[in-house]
């Protein structure tokens, strides 16, 4: 279940850092958790202010099409890390018998979401003027939050919210490629005239 838990926080860490984080945060708060020293710092009121004031930031940052490439290429370190925290922290005895694999496990799950939602962003964004960018940032938000929760309060459910997020990767690189195929198919002008 620490596995469980830990890998439902790192994929929402590669899509917004903050959210997780002040997941975590609060749940140490409130008593849900028990983060050993020095993680269980994230309790205090002091930090989750602090986080606080970073997530609203980088929910403001992201809504604004070419300010969201921006944070995103700030967050490209800052994710993974966010990732790796979670993982180590919140796995319990996995975390503390062998950090640098959770380290590495959170780097690989949260640096992976960041990379497709880096990549997928600009495309979106292209593809709808710009429109479609802060849909897609809320629709993020919503699944952070969604993955958080689950990861929190019901670990087992981790396993739906990684089948959902496997399956939107899918139809997404799917349609891509279909896109692609019917352009590839289109004949260019001029190259089907008699000569």
Not at 39 to 50: A, D, H
Not at 109 to 114: E, F, K, Q, R
């Amino acid at each position: 279940m620490d596995l469980l838990t830990g890998i439902g926080l790192a994929l929402p860490a590669g899509l917004n850092a903050y959210i997780p984080i002040l997941g975590v945060a609060l749940a140490q708060r409130a008593g849900l958790i028990n983060l050993g020293s020095p993680y269980s710092l994230l309790g205090e009121w002091w930090v989750i202010l602090i986080i606080t004031v970073l997530l609203v930031i980088e929910i403001l940052a992201d809504k604004v099409p070419t300010v969201d490439h921006i944070n995103d290429v700030i967050q490209t370190v800052l994710r993974p890390l966010a990732g790796a925290v979670l993982m180590v922290c919140t796995t319990g005895k996995l975390g503390q018998q062998y950090p640098v694999a959770m380290v590495i496990a959170g780097l690989v799950i949260a640096g992976g979401v960041h990379a497709v939602k880096a990549t997928a962003r600009p495309v979106v964004n292209t593809a709808t003027a710009g429109v479609g960018g802060p849909i897609a940032s809320l629709t993020e938000d919503f699944m952070a939050v969604l993955s958080t929760a689950a990861a929190l309060l019901a670990p087992l459910l981790v396993l739906v919210v990684i089948a959902a997020g496997g399956w939107v990767v899918w139809r997404f690189v799917r349609k891509r490629r279909k896109k692609k195929r019917e352009a590839d198919a289109i004949p260019e002008a001029g190259d089907g005239g008699a000569g």
